[in-house]
Nanobody, 121 residues
Framework: QVQLVESGGGLVQAGGSLRLSCAAS????????MGWYRQAPGKQRELVAT???????NYADSVKGRFTIYRDNAKNTVVLQMNSLKPEDTAVYYC???????????????WGQGTQVTVSS
């Protein structure tokens, strides 16, 4: 069993910052990639940022220059630093991970429970 535990969501004024963290734990595994997605009410879930085991990053155009994703490998944690937040960033943010079990074949996808980010005008 693997769990993704998210933290750091909350309410912030436009122009402010938040830091989201996602820690992966449970059955032995290695991380292929982790990232963050978000979903606003009535809208499709969309990619925010991802990072591979090799450190390659990918960002949505709407967050480039404002958000930074990085990993703490010792803690199996991925962090999303969000700066210069805008009201349109308001959404539920979900952690995503592609993991490789130590003792079994295959790659598996996991999702966190989601954490609310609200940016006021």
């Amino acid at each position: 069993q693997v769990q993704l535990v998210e933290s750091g969501g909350g309410l912030v004024q436009a122009g402010g910052s938040l830091r989201l963290s996602c820690a992966a734990s449970g059955s032995p595994f290695s991380i292929n990639a982790m990232g963050w997605y978000r979903q606003a009410p009535g809208k499709q879930r969309e990619l925010v940022a991802t990072i591979t085991s090799g450190g390659s990053t990918n960002y949505a155009d709407s967050v480039k220059g404002r958000f930074t994703i990085y990993r703490d490998n010792a803690k199996n944690t991925v962090v999303l630093q969000m700066n210069s937040l805008k009201p349109e960033d308001t959404a539920v943010y979900y952690c995503n991970a592609h993991l490789l079990p130590t003792y079994y074949s295959g790659t598996y996808e996991f999702w966190g429970q989601g954490t609310q980010v609200t940016v006021s005008s």
